[in-house]
T-cell receptor, first 114, second 115 residues
Framework: KQEVTQIPAALSVPEGENLVLNCSFTDSAIYNLQWFRQDPGKGLTSLLLIQSSQREQTSGRLNASLDKSSGRSTLYIAASQPGDSATYLCAGPHGSSNTGKLIFGQGTTLQVKP | DTGVSQDPRHKITKRGQNVTFRCDPISEHNRLYWYRQTLGQGPEFLTYFQNEAQLEKSRLLSDRFSAERPKGSFSTLEIQRTEQGDSAMYLC?????????????FGNGTRLTVT
């Protein structure tokens, strides 16, 4: 059974700092891994999706990596801004399935201070 | 592409009442998912549809819960005889055919409070 863990639960950094959010998963047969952003009281916004055949994906100041052998993914945020303050969630499909039946971590709540 | 739309945004109901939520997915997406999220937790999978067929249901989906997608477009989630433990954010998501893994697109959710 796939389990997804995110540490730390909360993170506070000053504006401009580069930071890394961590995600670990137990089933290395993961089909892909997706990172989401959630603002308070809102739904989830998809940030990056990494296929199992890929090692990383980039979008603007965001870079996500996937290491299946170690069961880890990281989300790197460069030059953080106050607008990046949100909860970041990672999720992977159940087993080797390619459906959207995802197992989510509990999220890391990021606060970027001006 | 207007995104995934959910209605209502908020629902307050008394224990024992029935409630129904609606989700309109992105029009070209054939897969539709329902998730439930409680405070401080990640979303938990409830059920999903491919077109009008409900392909999987979680053990979380007790017999008081029923979901439909009658014409393969919008979907409804009904909770009968609501309990306080049903209070949560109910999220709907859609995706295109997941041949190579399509990202999920979520709506803003319906927040249910059972008093």
């Amino acid at each position: 059974k796939q389990e997804v863990t995110q540490i730390p639960a909360a993170l506070s950094v000053p504006e401009g700092e580069n930071l890394v959010l961590n995600c670990s998963f137990t089933d290395s047969a993961i089909y892909n891994l997706q990172w989401f952003r959630q603002d308070p009281g809102k739904g989830l916004t998809s940030l990056l999706l990494i296929q199992s055949s890929q090692r990383e994906q980039t979008s603007g100041r965001l870079n996500a990596s996937l290491d299946k052998s170690s069961g880890r993914s990281t989300l790197y945020i460069a030059a953080s801004q106050p607008g990046d303050s949100a909860t970041y969630l990672c999720a992977g499909p159940h087993g080797s399935s390619n459906t959207g039946k995802l197992i989510f971590g509990q999220g890391t709540t990021l606060q970027v201070k001006p | 592409d207007t995104g995934v739309s959910q209605d209502p945004r908020h629902k307050i109901t008394k224990r024992g009442q029935n409630v129904t939520f609606r989700c309109d997915p992105i029009s070209e997406h054939n897969r539709l998912y329902w998730y439930r999220q409680t405070l401080g937790q990640g979303p938990e999978f409830l059920t999903y549809f491919q077109n009008e067929a409900q392909l999987e249901k979680s053990r979380l989906l007790s017999d008081r819960f029923s979901a439909e997608r009658p014409k393969g477009s919008f979907s409804t989630l009904e909770i009968q005889r609501t309990e306080q433990g049903d209070s949560a954010m109910y999220l709907c998501a859609s995706s295109g055919f997941a041949g190579v893994g399509s990202p999920l697109h979520f709506g803003n959710g319906t927040r249910l409070t059972v008093t």
